[in-house]
């Protein structure tokens, strides 16, 4: 008899799921989808031992499950927290969770250098997602900033700390995808910082996955530093016969050239095949590749501002977190604000839109 | 005068080493233990004793015994927190240092409890001529048989190694001394799994402080029943405080939990008041991470009762109008002490400290930090305050470990008590580089408290 596996049922913002015992309460958010998955900046499901560190993922848990549903005393790491049988968790619901949510991104960024128009993190970058949906517009910050050197690790890979939010989840890429660890944590506190082991170049062949697996700016390929605006480029997916890896990639490109090579990443941003330093950053041509076709991106990344083709709306939950209500309406922006006219189809204009397109009908 | 479980013979000359400790009734309750009991009769006793945790958090020491995983065939381990960081408190250094012979012995009766074989003491760094003591005694006690195979003849095996520290205070929480003592970076793990389950090397372990596991041995030896008629409520036995800051006797005094805190800090038994006839302005009751207290509030309660040096007394009132018995350091500030500077000097050490894992600890503690030397140095904001305020609450329970919540809570108290002479600093920027706002109405009697309708 085949034993019959039972699943927990767990309620979040409203919304129930059955997931599998041992679920993460964040994996059985990603499951509904859309605001209810909570912004995650270092857990990395493929990353043994990653999570819990940043914070962001604080949510609270109302009922702890149907046999104790006594509510948790503190908001809890949702990517280290297993759910149980009939457990309700706030996460977009819970003021509690936001406030607190609110407090992480402004310690995020009290040191953070904010120069995303130099950064070529820009537009791909967590933090910029995680500011815009959860930070305030203003700081209360008045010192200087922590700053660190730059430094390059090895011929393709520079380290720019001043940028770092210490996630550790290049750590753990180092620690379990390349075969010798030279790259760890050195200090502590808020002057701890990445380091290899004494500025050494890092030689492994799966090294280049650091830069992929980096919610920020802080690791990035020197192959492509300042060559482009990843939102100016054409995602695609494509494949070759690789000895070492699976092959399977995404290129970003603009016409025939092929400006840097990535891991195809998940719609939390996860890479789930790693691939060799090879396929990174030696296969810069079209030629090198079977092309499989554009690759899907979602609608609210920057990426597909450029009229790209194949993009997904992400899932709307409000309805549904809100019990059937329908959202209350507090503002009209075509009522306060002329940019966005209902007259002007955006996504109709051929290129950037310019102010002309916006004088034109408007006499 | 107090009856003395721990320090009884601590002024006996010679006591540090073997021949006298033994002379003196040493190691009685190990041949009680092994002779007579069985391992859960050891913890039963715990149990019935009531004894609570004596490094910080009060948790009862039997209840955390019986949660050990036993699985088959797994080593289990029993640590002895002797990292002892915590600012103000200095009190397992001074047992180690006059009774090591104390603390193996109950290691012993403890590891028999727990089926701890190989039993580790971590020490913090900065005890260098403790862990010479410790080495000493530990080679004394094995050369008399007390530790090695098969002691006393009844099966059981023990060692004792002696684990320095680096330096950091954060390997003074649980699982970062685990990782720490597994040779890694002193990082707090992410719980569960809790140490009871997966500790040292991923194997059950008890991680207690020195003070807890010492008291093991009075209690085998008078029986836990007997432990737990000393004291009051769940504060049983007797507590080791280390008393310092503006005192005439400063130093480590053990009480039984039944005496007030005035007695405690005026009585010539204990520290003998406030030198050169000052007043008392404020203090912190149990090591620098729980919260200040006023004078007025640390002498009476809300209630208006006379506050008593023991857990449930200290933390009448909760936060906002308590404070915690935690690790026993019992600092005193009198009229001439700035609270404000006193803030700043915690919050450096915590910015300090923080092992920067997560990031509210990683970044709010410097933050704060920055923040106080602002207003300690008279550039101060009105709405500093505010902010400061702002950044502890935060801070508190969104973190991994109780760093934390030990750097937000004495911001946040000297805020919720002492508001005033935080607005006097900045609103009064040249005056306050010269002289201290003073003891104000810190030490007026309470009004009082009115009954809620
Ligand atoms: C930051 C931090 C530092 C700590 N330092 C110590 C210490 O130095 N000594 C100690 O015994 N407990 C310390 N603790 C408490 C330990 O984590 C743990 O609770 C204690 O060792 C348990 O022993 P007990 O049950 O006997 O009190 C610390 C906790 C934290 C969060
Ligand atoms: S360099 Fe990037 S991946 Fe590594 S810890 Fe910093 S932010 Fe995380
Ligand atoms: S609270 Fe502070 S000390 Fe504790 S894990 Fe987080 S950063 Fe480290
Ligand atoms: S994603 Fe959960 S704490 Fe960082």
Redesign the pocket.
Same mark, same amino acid.
């Given at each position: 008899m085949a034993e019959e596996k039972k699943l927990f049922k767990v309620t979040i913002d409203n919304i129930t799921v059955e997931v599998e015992p041992g679920t993460t309460i964040l994996n059985a958010a990603r499951r509904i989808g859309g605001d209810v998955a909570p912004p995650a900046m270092c857990y990395y499901t493929t990353l043994k031992g990653s999570g819990g560190k940043c914070r962001t993922c604080l949510v609270e848990v109302a009922a702890g499950s149907t046999a104790d549903p006594r509510p948790m005393p503190k908001l809890v790491a949702s990517c280290r927290t297993n759910v149980m049988d009939g457990m309700v968790v706030k996460n977009v619901t819970s003021e509690k969770a936001l406030d607190a949510r609110k407090g992480i991104v402004e310690f995020l960024l009290i040191n953070h250098p904010l120069d995303c128009p130099i950064c070529d993190q820009a537009g791909e970058c967590s933090l910029q997602d995680l500011s815009y949906e959860h930070g305030t517009e203003g700081t209360r910050y008045t010192f200087n900033r922590r700053v660190f050197e730059k430094h390059d690790i090895g011929p393709y890979i520079q380290l720019h700390m001043t940028r770092c939010i210490l996630c550790y989840r290049c750590v753990y890429v180092a620690d379990q995808l390349t075969n010798r660890r030279e790259h760890g944590i050195l200090d502590r506190g808020d002057h701890s910082e990445i380091a290899t082991y004494i500025h050494k170049a890092l030689e492994n062949d799966f090294i280049g996955n650091v830069i992929d697996v980096c919610p920020v700016g802080a690791l990035t390929d020197k192959t492509f530093r300042f060559k482009n605006r990843v939102w100016f480029l054409k995602p695609l997916d494509a494949h070759r016969d690789c000895p070492r890896c699976s092959g399977k990639v995404t290129l970003w490109n603009r016409g025939e050239e092929v400006f840097r090579v990535t891991a195809r990443k998940d719609q939390w941003g996860e890479v789930k095949d790693f691939i060799c330093n090879e396929c990174r950053f030696e296969k810069k041509k079209t030629a090198d590749w079977v092309i499989e076709g554009p690759t899907r991106i979602d609608r609210h990344s920057v990426i597909s501002g450029n009229h790209y083709v194949d993009t997904v709306a992400p899932k709307e939950t409000l309805p549904e977190v809100m019990g059937g209500r329908k959202p209350k309406l507090l503002m009209d922006i075509n009522q306060v604000s002329e940019v966005n006219r209902k007259d002007i189809d955006l996504s109709g204009i051929q290129g950037p839109a310019h102010s002309v397109d916006f004088e034109k009908e408007n006499s | 005068m107090g009856r003395k479980l721990l320090f009884e013979n601590v002024q006996v000359e010679g006591i540090r080493g073997y021949d006298v400790y033994r002379r003196e009734g040493g190691y009685r309750s190990v041949e009680k233990a092994l002779g007579e009991m069985t391992p859960d009769q050891v913890t039963d006793e715990v149990k019935k004793s009531g004894l609570r945790?004596? #490094? #910080?958090?009060g948790?009862p020491?039997g209840m955390?015994w019986s949660f050990i995983a036993k699985p088959e065939g797994v080593p289990r381990h029993l640590v002895c927190?002797a990292? =002892?960081? @915590?600012p103000g408190t200095f009190k397992d250094r001074y047992l180690m240092e006059f009774l090591p012979h104390l603390l193996i012995e109950g290691l012993i009766v403890s590891s028999y409890a727990l089926g701890s074989h190989v039993t580790y003491i971590y020490v913090r760094g900065e005890y260098s001529w403790v862990i010479d003591i410790l080495e000493t005694a530990i080679g004394e006690a094995k050369a008399n048989g007390w530790l090695g195979n098969n002691i006393l003849d009844k099966g059981f095996d023990l060692e004792i190694y002696v684990h320095r520290g680096a330096g950091a205070?954060?390997c003074? =929480? @649980?699982t970062a001394l685990l990782e720490s003592l597994e040779g890694k970076r002193g990082l707090p793990r992410i719980k569960p799994p809790f140490p009871a389950v997966k500790g040292v090397w991923d194997r059950p372990t008890v991680?207690?402080?020195?003070e807890?596991l010492a008291a093991v041995v009075p209690i085998i030896l008078i029986g836990g029943e007997e432990y737990s008629k000393i004291g009051v409520g769940k504060s049983t036995g007797t507590k080791l405080i280390s008393a310092c800051g503006n005192i005439n006797k400063p130093g480590v005094y053990e009480i039984d939990m039944t005496i007030s805190v005035e007695d405690f800090v005026y009585s010539d038994e204990y520290c003998g008041g406030i030198p050169k006839g000052k007043k008392m302005k404020a203090c912190i009751p149990g090591g620098s991470s729980v919260p200040i207290l006023p004078a007025n509030l640390l002498l009476k309660t809300a209630k208006g009762e006379k506050r008593l040096m023991n857990y449930e007394s200290l933390s009448d009132g909760g936060f906002v109008k308590g404070s915690m018995l935690g690790?026993g350091g019992f600092i005193v500030l009198d009229e001439d002490q700035c609270v404000v500077k006193h803030t700043l000097t915690l919050a450096r050490f915590y910015h300090h400290e923080s092992c920067g894992q997560c990031s509210p600890c990683r970044e709010g503690t410097g933050w704060m930090e920055k923040i106080l030397r602002n207003i300690d140095t008279g550039k101060g904001k009105m709405s500093d305050i505010d902010l400061l305020w702002d950044i502890q609450r935060r801070i508190e329970g969104n973190t991994i470990?109780?760093?934390g919540d030990?750097a937000a809570w004495p911001v946040a108290a000297a805020i919720r008590h002492f508001r005033d002479e935080f607005e006097w600093h900045v609103l009064n920027p040249e005056e306050s580089q010269k002289r201290n706002y003073g003891l104000a109405h810190y030490a007026d009697p309470l009004e009082p408290a009115v009954a809620a309708v």
């Open positions: - | 945790g004596r #490094g #910080g958090a948790f020491t955390k927190n990292d =002892e960081s @915590e205070y954060i003074g =929480e @649980e991680v207690n402080n020195v807890t690790s470990c109780p760093l030990a």
